[in-house]
Every structure is written in structure tokens, then in C-alpha cells.
């Protein structure tokens, strides 16, 4: 049995859970971002964020919870150099349900996975260790995230492997990006630990793992090593273990904290937060179209193949764009440029950024491609212009010579010359029409794939008729 804790940062706020020193505390030099609220100096206050409880909310509700009629907010003690108040504020359903969501569900291929409950709190400031490992003599501390708004999800356990895991994951980071509420592929903005069990042995935590692809891997470990200890007889004790990536194995650690050891006591500093249902119904409201629901449009409305819809609906990035740069009769053409085409170009967070392609580069290429002015395969070439200069389609194609060849004349010229160059493939031909493929592949060598296909292949077939 496999479960998750994931924390997920609202990183497209303006603002801390609390305070209003910056949410976005990557571009701040260290202990910068910081302000006697989140510090926890004496006398200070906190104020909640209400937008991180509607983004928050949105997230529930996605994932299927239901919302509690009132929010209560928690202090869960423990003293560690990265928390400057030596409490962190969090959620816990004490007394009834008031954290931000609670039994939810999503569905993975079939297979629903169950939400236990999900939380608002705020994220701990970094430690950075000055050298390779954690028994150096520096550690560093910088303040500038502590405060800023995290959203915990935690799952009952019902994955059986550590793939269904990963589909989750994927599908979740998808989400979130999705509902705008945060951009998973940050540094930080996605961790997870996992609680791994098997049969007649105790859970044990795994915690502290950086990437999706290590959590996977922490997870493979951990069932094995208990599966092994299990075969010898040796009891599994309860126990937290952490991620060594190094060596890609899991360690116990020391300090096994439960939920008693952390003195849970009500943040008296905040009130009960009432939750208007008028208020949550226009949050709903608010909520952009579900990836499932878009990927169920474009393949009714547009006749797009399902695949290519899955693909297209999941990426916020492509789905943006597709929505902008299509309409009714293009649908299918501007779906099938961006997914075999552009996703290749611009396949990373930081290719995204840097590109300079709109919408109207798209539209526009595409009615190109309809109006016969240039080809599938120079489209390619002025998508890649597109990304790097951002300068309109109509002058990449006249400036840099992709519109399309169709003029008989100039054909005729290139095709005498191909047939020259290959007398045995023209041969062939002759015997059997179906090679005549080859020759239209030659043609579109050698103008770099500007030849109209439509026009070599009749042209081609005359020809080859009078050998
Ligand atoms: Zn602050």
C-alpha cells in the first residue's frame, strides 16, 4: 500500500500566507523577502491571505472534496533552525472538518484514488548546507519562502505501485498548472513523501525527495527492502526514513515525530474563518474549464483524435494557444501543428519562456498551408523562425524563401534533373508505378521540401509515362 503527502506552492500569488512580503521569493537575494510577521517577532499578527484560501479552495474542489463549513487554523510546534517562529501555522481537522478540503477523489486510468484531506498552511524558510554534505560546519539560512502559501495533499493509500504513482502525479501537476493557482515545474513548487507498507509490516515514511522521478525510485527501494525483510522474518518497524540521492537508497532516521510529539494547539491569532457558500459558489464560477472537459470538446466539437486531445488539453502552455489561434473550420489543422511540430520545439519550462510564438503565428501559418502558399515540411522550418524571432509568418515566408514551388515550369526543370541523377530508381518506376515515391522524396530534397507534393507527383507521372 502506497500513499502520498504532497505540498504543493501557490506560486502565482502576490503575496505570503500571512504577511504581505512577496509569494514569489526566488527572485529575492537571501533574507530580503522577509518582514516581522513572518518572522514571528513579539506583537506582530497574522493576516490571512484570502486569495490563497480561494486558490486553495479551487484545488479542493477540483480534486473532488467537499469544503468545511468553517476554516480553523493550527500551531504545530517543533524547533528546527528553518521555521523563525518555532511554530508553523497549519491545518487539522480537531474539531470537525476545517481544513480546506477533505474526501476527494481522482481518477487514474480507471482507477480512483482517494483524497484524505487537503490543507492550508505555510512553508518553512530554506537551509542551504555550504558544502557537499549535511556534516559540514555551515549551514545557511534564508527566510525568504518562510510564510509563503503551501497547499497539502494527502491521499489514503490506495496505489499499488509505484507507476500508478507517477501517472498521479503527473496528472495532479497538470491540474494545478491548469487552474493557474501554480507553476509545478518551479524548483521546489511540487514535493512529495510517501508512505510505503506491505502486507503484515508496518508503514514507513519516506521523506526528503527532490524529483518525481527519485520519488518513483525511493518508493521501488522501499518495497523491495521490505519484501526482503520480510522473506527473512525480521519484523518492519514504523519508522521515518529519508531519500539519500546520492546513493539511491532510503535511511532510517532518528527522529520519529507523531502527531502527539508536535503539541498541536489552536492559532488563537486567527479567528474562525466562515465560509460563505455564495462566496465559494462564485469561486467555482471563477474556475477555468477542467483539462477532461476541454479534451472532451476538442475531440466532439472538432473531430480532433483522442490522443492528440489528451495531449493538447493537459498542457496549459499548448492549450492556451490552441484556444487563441483556432476556430471552427482550423481546429484540427492548428491541434495537429502544435502537437507535431511545436511540442518538439519548445519542449522545456525555460523554451516556453524564452519563445517569442503567438496564437497569430499559428492561425496565420495555417492559413498559409490552406491557401497553398507553402508547404507542411517549410512550415516546420517558419515554426522554428517563429520561436526565435517572433517576426511575422507572411515575412518568414517571403524573406526566407519557404513559400511553396508549384509553378509547373521550374518543376519540370528540377524533376529532368532528378531523373538524370537517378536512372534506376527512374527505371524502376516505369516497371512498377508504386516506387514512384522515391522520386517525389528526391524532388523534395532538393528544394527543401518546398516542392508542392500534389504537383511533382502528377508532374513525376507524366514523365515517367513517356519513358
Ligand atoms: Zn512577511
Redesign the pocket.
Known sequence: MIGLEIHCQLTNLAS?LF???KANYREFEPNT???P???GLPGTLPRLNKKAVEKATMIALALNCSTPARLGFFRKNYFYPDLPKNFQITQLNMYGPTSIGEKGKIDIEGKEIRIRRIQLEEDPGRLIYEGASERTAITLVDYNRA?TPLVEIVTEPDFENPRQVRIFLNILSDLLANLGVSDPTLEGAMRADANVSIEGGSRVEVKNIGSFYDLEKAIHFELTRQESLKERNIPIIQETRHWDDRRKITISSRTKEEDEDYRYVLEGDIPWVVMDKNLIESWKRKMPESISSKKHRYITKYAIPPQVADVLASDKYYSDLFEDAHDESNAKEVANLITTDLMGLVDTREKKERSKITAKHLSDLVNLIRGGKITRTSAKSALQEMVKTGRPASDIVSDVGLGKISDESELKKIIEQVILEEPIAAQQAVENPQTINYLVGKVMQKTKGKADPATTLKLLKEKIGTI
Request: hydrophobic share 25%; charged share 10%.
Open positions: 505570503k504577511c504581505t512580503c523577502n522577509i518582514c510577521v513572518c518572522m510564510g
